[in-house]
């Protein structure tokens, strides 16, 4: 039973986006049956393969007899040149009218190939549809399509592989060029040669043998043989099929690459595109520079610049090449080589064929490395990745010896191809180099986080958004501020890319200045609020900040437009989101901020993040803070531990878009055991007194290592601040922490400032005295007064550093 063969009741389909006609493959053995048909034959002539495999072929395929005909016409009768079974022994190639039951009248151009060889194959039939493309009359057009060569049929592929032994009017070369099409490219363009009795389509391919018989049309349908111009309309029309075959290969690479602005996916896509299509080998090189994203190149390339070898494609076996050009190697290119010629000139290089004494030179360029067996025998063509007129990279393309040599209009097409790839490559740099520039920007202004503050730990995460322009506005930083207090705050200005970066810096130096004076939570978001207005309508940012007080055990907060903290009850392990008044975003203006203050304890956590952590588009904020509680409630073993947790859990596989900022805050607190804090009179007698309090306490403490040290830096602030007070009392406080904390508050606003002391001065070198022996030491100031502190190392006998 035959089955249904598809287009049977429709003219075979003609591709009209590429302008090719399937062809029907037949082939016939030695004793005249059918041993292949294609699909593309079940279109055209209506059978099915199962019924046509091992039928005479004379019964099935309606040009076999013309093609009898036109053999003895021409005079190749069975003696001398039949084979057995009376089929012919050059090919040829005709037009039959043939009527088709369901369709009509059909026009189908045919060629015809003998076979050779120990096998049963005796003769290639290639026939399509002759008629002019749509569904309207079957009248012989004059445009020539381009056909396309449908391998579909069992064995086909074995048969190609033998078309150079078994065809032999054509050359090896030849034959070997169509088959090397056929596999690799699926269809080939099948070509005209003067040179050979290979027919290509009946208007104007006809061997020169036939063609000098002309004669009337005969009424069987073979028509004659061409008109005078024939052959140099054919040359035209294949000259048109290769800049068509050109453009497709172009538009198919344009459509491949540049669908990323990730320059080493960019190369990879530069580079696979052309292999095999175009050439067997390809690799890129890119210049150091370009790649590191470090700008636009200085100058033209010599001798002394660096190459990298980006990506290496090839169609032979696996890791052949692998030690010869290793993909990741940067290298110089020698000067007597044509790759230097190449990069040096911006043009590109063609050597159709590299000989053994032209390898042997190449390759001898090179020192540790053995050239020969990739370039030996092989065309070669190196093509330049141009954008403005600058070398940036060249790509190398290599054909094998059995394929069609580079020729002048490969070297067109690889110029285009790679000018192409240059500006996708240079757009692909461009961005590279502003996302390094920002996030260079960026990371210099994210600060380092001290770990340890006193009376709580920090831990603190970032990740950069993974969208185009990822690097965003979010920031975060802890400021140690007088009284053992620890400023948290918690950024994000709206937008990406590098304009964010930098405000981000502006009003992140901004605040940590503002916090550093101890302005009031409430008065430092309007002061930032009113620079924001300054630098330019289009900025906007939201803000949390708080101030945690360890001794007094409470947290004051102050919100513009943030998403609020979780606080994490160490007691019960319960997570809940502070109602905070949420207050307007910096930089609109005109809106009054509030300060709310939380009691909390010791242990537990304070988290503040930006909302990049918990936003996903398309679903409410109110779900991610939901989650962000569940998870910060998990216990873990450390604080890097459990941002860790937080971050896996609401940013599974890196999944989010917007660029995230962490900070999580154990809050320890400080026993008041720990402090210790006295009233000193504005008498300079006090200044005794305050060394035997602060001796007493430090012996009390088990610090008698830092006796000595504190006492003489108490002693010179404490003279300073009864010396400059303005008649109320000197405060002075210790804090035990892991280190000593020494403060000293009076009330003169003016900064304490550092003294150049002449060597005959009785003062100004107390705060020098205090700089060498201090681990730390600063001062703050308000309209109240100032604060000199210092900090001391314990455990170590402090010296100078």
């Not at 030996?376 to 990279?393: H, Y």
């Not at 003489?712 to 009392?729: D, I, Q, Y």
């Not at 005295?769 to 402090?798: H, I, N, Y």
């Amino acid at each position: 039973m035959d089955r249904e063969v598809p287009g049977r009741r429709s003219p075979v389909p003609y591709d009209a986006a590429t302008g090719r006609v399937p062809l029907a493959v037949v082939v016939v053995d030695q004793d005249g049956r059918i041993s292949h048909w294609s699909s593309g034959a079940g279109r055209l002539f209506g059978v099915g393969r199962q019924r046509a495999i091992g039928t005479p072929a004379g019964e099935l395929l309606p040009v076999y007899g013309a093609l009898n005909r036109a053999e003895e016409s021409v005079g190749f009768g069975p003696e001398p040149d039949a084979e057995p079974g009376g089929l012919l022994c050059h090919p040829l190639s005709g037009r039959a009218r043939l009527d088709e039951p369901v369709r009509g009248r059909i026009d189908v151009l045919w060629w015809a190939y003998p076979l050779v060889g120990p096998g049963p194959e005796r003769l290639l039939v290639l026939a399509a549809d002759g008629g002019p493309p749509g569904d309207g009359g079957r009248e012989t057009g004059t445009a020539v399509p381009v056909f396309a060569l449908h391998t579909d049929f069992p064995g086909s592929r074995e048969l190609a592989g033998r078309l150079p032994e078994i065809l032999p009017s054509m050359s090896v070369g030849e034959a070997t060029r169509i088959v090397a099409q056929v596999l690799e490219l699926g269809y080939p363009v099948l070509e005209f040669s003067h040179r050979s009795q290979v027919p290509v389509t009946p208007d104007w391919g006809v061997p020169r043998r036939l063609a000098r018989r002309p004669g009337p049309a005969r009424p069987d349908g073979l028509d004659r043989p061409p008109a005078p111009g024939a052959f140099a309309r054919a040359e035209e029309d294949l000259e048109h099929a290769a800049v068509r075959e050109r453009l497709e290969f172009l538009n198919e690479v344009s459509g491949r690459i540049g669908t990323s602005l990730d320059l080493a996916r960019t190369i990879r896509e530069v580079t696979s595109a052309a292999v095999p299509r175009f050439t067997d080998f390809a690799g890129t090189h890119l210049r150091a520079a370009v790649l590191a994203g470090d700008g636009f190149p200085d100058g033209p390339p010599d001798v002394t610049t660096v190459w990298h070898r980006v990506w290496v494609e090839h169609n032979d076996e696996p890791g052949r090449w692998d030690d010869t050009v290793p993909v990741g190697e940067s290298i110089a290119f020698p000067e007597h080589t044509p790759f230097f010629r190449c990069m040096v000139t911006g043009e590109p290089v063609l050597i159709p064929y590299v000989g053994e004494e032209l390898s042997n030179r190449i390759s001898g360029e090179f020192e540790k490395r053995d050239l020969r067996p990739l370039i030996t025998r092989r065309s070669l063509l190196i093509v330049p990745l141009k954008a403005r007129d600058v070398v940036l990279g060249f790509m190398v393309l290599m054909r094998r010896p059995d394929r069609e040599p580079f020729g002048d209009i490969d070297r067109t097409t690889g110029a285009e191809l790679a000018a192409r790839a240059g500006l996708v490559l240079d757009n692909a740099r461009m961005y590279t180099y502003q996302e390094n520039v920002a996030e260079t920007l960026q990371d210099s202004m994210l600060p380092r986080i001290t770990p340890r503050m006193a009376g709580c730990d920090i831990a603190t995460r970032y990740l950069p958004g993974t969208r185009l322009g990822r690097v965003g506005g979010d920031w975060f930083d802890s400021v140690k501020l007088p009284g053992s207090r620890t400023a948290l705050v918690v950024g994000d200005v709206m937008g990406h890319g590098l304009n964010s970066a930098a405000m981000m810096g502006q009003l992140r130096t901004a605040v940590l200045t503002m916090a550093t004076m101890e302005t009031a939570p409430v008065q430092l978001l309007r002061h930032l609020d009113d620079l924001a207005q300054r630098l330019g309508e289009q900025y906007l940012a939201t803000c949390l900040y708080a101030v945690y007080d360890p001794i007094r055990s409470e947290v004051q907060l102050v919100n513009a437009g943030h998403i609020p903290p979780v606080l994490v009850r160490a007691e019960d392990g319960r997570a809940e989101l502070l109602d905070l008044p949420t207050g307007a975003p910096i930089g609109v203006g005109g809106v009054a901020f509030e300060s709310t203050t939380v009691r909390v304890r010791p242990g537990d956590r304070l988290i503040l993040c930006t909302d990049g952590l918990v936003e996903v588009r398309g679903q409410d904020i109110g779900a991610g803070l939901a989650a962000l509680c569940a998870f910060a409630a998990h216990p873990a073993a450390s604080m890097d531990d459990a941002c860790d947790a937080i971050i896996r859990a609401l940013n599974p596989a890196g999944g989010r878009k917007d660029d995230v900022a962490l900070l999580m805050a154990r809050l320890n607190g400080i026993p008041d055991t720990h402090v210790a804090s006295w009233r000193l009179a504005p008498d300079p007698r006090e200044v005794a007194r305050a060394r035997r309090l602060v001796r007493g306490r430090l012996r009390e403490w088990g610090l008698r290592d830092a006796v000595e040290a504190a006492e003489l830096m108490v002693s010179e602030l404490v003279t300073n601040a009864v010396r400059h007070t303005r008649g109320r009392p000197v405060e002075l406080r210790l804090v035990r922490t892991d280190a000593l904390l020494c403060e000293v508050r009076d009330d003169e606003p003016a900064p304490a400032t550092l003294l150049d002391a002449a060597p005959d001065d009785e003062s100004g070198r107390g705060l020098r005295v205090v700089g060498a022996l201090a681990r730390a030491w600063g001062t703050s100031s308000t309209e109240r007064g100032k604060t000199v502190w210092f900090e001391q190392a314990l455990g170590t006998a402090p010296g100078p550093r």
